[in-house]
């Protein structure tokens, strides 16, 4: 069964403190493996997908990779508004590829 | 684009209710996903459904779920009858065919509490 794991659950961090949330998976095959931000009473929204070892893809103040076993969400120099769950998710390949098995966040908060 | 619509915003029923919860996906896409919310278990896919039609819902936790989506438009999840611990966010998500490299679009969600 395709598992991830988030850690840490929540991080509170001071305005400029750069930092790095963690996902750790269990898949049998990864087709995929992506990173949505969720706000308060809101649906998550997709900020990227990474799809092999090695590979890094930046957004404004982030920037995420992937190692065979996890990725990295790195937040260079946070603002208050990058304050919400970040949730991580796997696609695996196989007949069941529609499917993204997600972790349970991590709650950022970035004080000013 | 409105994005994914879903209806009502939040709601609150009675254990034993039915409660039936709406969603319009974004026009044009064929693939629309219903997930449930909850802090011990996160994000769970409930049901899939690929040009109106179910191809998987080995999510749905029991047969007081059901799902339906009569047309490309339009997807609805009724629960009868509903229990406590059905209370929960659920979210509806779509997107073109299947699980592309922009995964789903989701919509705000429906929060629902059973008292």
């Known amino acids: 069964e395709d598992q991830v794991t988030q850690s840490p659950e929540a991080l509170r961090l001071q305005e400029g403190e750069s930092s790095s949330l963690n996902c750790s998976y269990t898949?049998?095959?990864?087709?995929?493996l992506f990173w949505y931000r969720q706000d308060p009473g809101k649906g998550p929204e997709f900020l990227f997908t990474?799809?092999?070892a090695g590979e890094e893809k930046e957004k404004e103040r982030l920037k995420a990779t992937l190692t065979k076993k996890e990725s990295f969400l790195h937040i260079t120099a946070p603002k208050p508004e990058d304050s919400a769950t970040y949730l991580c998710?796997?696609?695996?390949?196989?007949?069941?590829?529609?499917?993204?098995?997600f972790g349970k966040g991590t709650l950022l908060t970035v004080n000013p | 684009d409105a994005g994914v619509i879903q209806s009502p915003r939040h709601e609150v029923t009675e254990m034993g209710q039915e409660v039936t919860l709406r969603c319009k996906p974004i026009?044009?896409?064929?693939?629309l996903f219903w997930y449930r919310q909850t802090m011990m278990r996160g994000l769970e896919l409930l049901i899939y459904?690929?040009?109106?039609?179910?191809?998987?819902d080995s999510g749905m936790p029991e047969d007081r779920f059901s799902a339906k989506m009569p047309n490309a438009s339009f997807s609805t999840l009724k629960i009868q009858p509903s229990e406590p611990r059905d209370s929960a966010v659920y979210f509806c998500?779509?997107?073109?065919?299947?699980?592309?490299?922009?995964?789903?679009?989701f919509g705000s969600g429906t929060r629902l509490t059973v008292v």
């Open positions: 998710a796997v696609q695996a390949s196989g007949g069941s590829n529609y499917k993204l098995t």
């Open positions: 998500a779509s997107s073109l065919a299947g699980l592309g490299n922009y995964g789903y679009t």
């Open positions: 459904f690929n040009n109106n039609v179910p191809i998987d």
């Open positions: 026009s044009g896409h064929n693939s």
């Open positions: 898949v049998s095959g990864l087709r995929g």
């Open positions: 990474l799809y092999s």
